[in-house]
């Protein structure tokens, strides 16, 4: 069974910098694609970053423009966990971030993550940028 569990979310300050996590389990990770999304308020859901096994990674066409420089996907293959490095963290940052796997999903060269393909999602973490 795939259980994909979220931590690191909270309450920072513009500027500062958080490190979310997603401890993922039951996947065979050699097919399988981790992706972080988000969803503001009142907001539809968009992809932020996407890894593979191979450590292939990517930013989503949704928010490259928002996230590129300040975001970082990285992965503990040992701990089969995913971590999301923010910094320099806006407002508009503020969202439920959740991770989700895209069993057979693959990161092709020269391309932005899959947009479609994940299936089995976290129960999200709260991120709150405020000052």
């Known amino acids: 069974q795939v259980q994909l569990v979220e931590s690191g979310g909270g309450l920072v300050q513009p500027g500062e910098s958080l490190r979310l996590s997603c401890v993922a389990t039951?996947?065979?990770?050699?097919?399988?694609?981790i992706g972080w999304f988000r969803q503001a308020p009142g907001k539809e859901r968009e992809g932020v970053s996407c890894?593979?096994?191979?450590?292939?990674?990517?930013?989503?066409?949704d928010s490259v423009d928002s996230v590129a420089g300040r975001f970082t996907i990285s992965q503990d293959n040992a701990n089969n966990t995913v971590y999301l490095d923010m910094s320099s963290l806006r407002p508009e940052d503020t969202a439920v971030y959740f991770c989700?796997?895209?069993?057979?999903?693959?990161?092709?060269?020269?391309?932005?993550?899959?947009?479609?393909?994940?299936?089995?999602w976290g129960q999200g973490t709260q991120v709150v940028v405020s000052s």
């Open positions: 039951g996947l065979n990770w050699d097919i399988t694609t």
């Open positions: 989700a796997a895209g069993i057979l999903v693959t990161i092709s060269p020269r391309t932005m993550c899959p947009p479609a393909g994940y299936s089995d």
């Open positions: 890894i593979s096994r191979r450590y292939d990674w990517r930013y989503f066409a």
